[in-house]
């Protein structure tokens, strides 16, 4: 019998397929919310003594609006006694905002009570109609204290025994410089009497 040989080829090796890589998905950038710049806040003082009654002057570098609302501004603060509206400041005004003083400013006038205790005590500013803040910080002081050589009585003078000493109810003269002159103008009298009767 003879042999029948069939090539067999062999079959054929399958080529991978290269996957897809995923594609990378873009993250939305963050949008910065627009930031309101801080203005600069002065005070005319900036210290008071504490146990007075005494007026301090809020400057404000606050932005002119634009399309109709009112250039004015608002300060607060637990040492005044109310909140106070600041106005346009005119190029006059005194007292005026010191150092970089360029742009627009508003000024207003607050009450301090004598009953606020000594402390340091935040001044807060908003500009209407911009939003833009601000702070400052105002502080109140001790008295200061009377000077040790100062006297706080009167001194006793010389000019007789009873000078300078206290008024006896009882007494019928008056006491003092009024009584010593009365005394010597009676001695001067008697004085004059008693010659006239010798001559």
């Not at 009570?113 to 502080?139: F, I």
């Amino acid at each position: 019998m003879g042999c029948t040989a069939e090539a067999q080829t062999p079959p054929a090796t399958q080529t991978p397929t290269a996957e897809a890589s995923p594609t990378p998905t873009e993250t939305p950038a963050a949008t910065a919310s627009p930031e309101v710049s801080r203005i600069s806040v002065q005070l005319n003082p900036d210290s008071v003594t504490a146990g007075e009654s005494s007026t301090v002057w809020i400057l404000a570098n606050c932005p002119a609006p634009q399309g109709g609302p009112a250039h004015t501004g608002t300060a607060t603060s637990r040492a005044f006694v109310s909140g106070v509206t600041l106005n346009p400041a005119t190029s006059t005004a005194s007292p005026a905002p010191t150092g970089n003083a360029a742009g627009d400013w508003v000024r207003g006038q607050a009450q301090v009570s004598g009953t606020v205790k000594r402390g340091s005590y935040t001044v807060d500013v908003k500009c209407d109609g911009t939003g833009h803040s601000g702070r400052a910080t105002l502080r109140l002081t001790r008295p200061e204290p009377l000077p040790s050589d100062v006297p706080t009585k009167a001194p006793k003078a010389g000019g007789g025994g009873t000078y300078g000493k206290d008024v006896d109810e009882g007494s019928p003269i008056p006491l003092g410089g009024v009584g010593a002159a009365l005394a010597l103008a009676l001695a001067v009298g008697a004085g004059v009497a008693v010659k006239r009767r010798r001559s």
